[in-house]
């Protein structure tokens, strides 16, 4: 049974940095195909993805919004990926959400991030 479980939301100020972590059990990391993403969704928007990291070479992709102030990252031997969120905006403000693309979409239960003074 896979299960991927956020962590790391909270109210931060403007420009200020937050990291997420996604604990994942269920399948390995070493599978070639599969990709690890977070996606967010605002309150009155659609759910968007924010970035992706392929499991077996480290390859990364941007929402633009995020280019430059986001970096995802894993860690194979603990099964989890990071997003470090750096130089935060109050748009920012969302639930993110893990989710895995390999031999089914899977998806965490989201965390929330507010960006507020």
């Known amino acids: 049974q896979v299960q991927l479980v956020e962590s790391g939301g909270g109210l931060v100020q403007p420009g200020g940095s937050l990291r997420l972590s996604c604990a994942v059990s269920?399948?390995?990391?070493?599978?070639?195909?599969?990709?690890m993403n977070w996606y967010r969704q605002a309150p009155g928007k659609e759910r968007e993805l924010v970035a992706q990291?392929?499991?077996?070479?480290?390859?990364?992709n941007y929402a633009d919004s995020v280019k430059g102030r986001f970096t995802i990252s894993r860690d194979s031997a603990k099964n989890t990926v990071y997003l470090q969120m750096d130089s935060l905006k109050p748009e920012d403000t969302a639930v993110y959400y893990c989710?895995?693309?390999?031999?089914?979409?899977?998806w965490g239960r989201g965390t929330q991030v507010t960006v507020s003074s």
């Open positions: 269920g399948f390995t990391f070493s599978i070639n195909s599969y990709y």
């Open positions: 989710n895995a693309q390999a031999w089914a979409m899977f």
């Open positions: 990291i392929s499991l077996a070479g480290g390859r990364t």
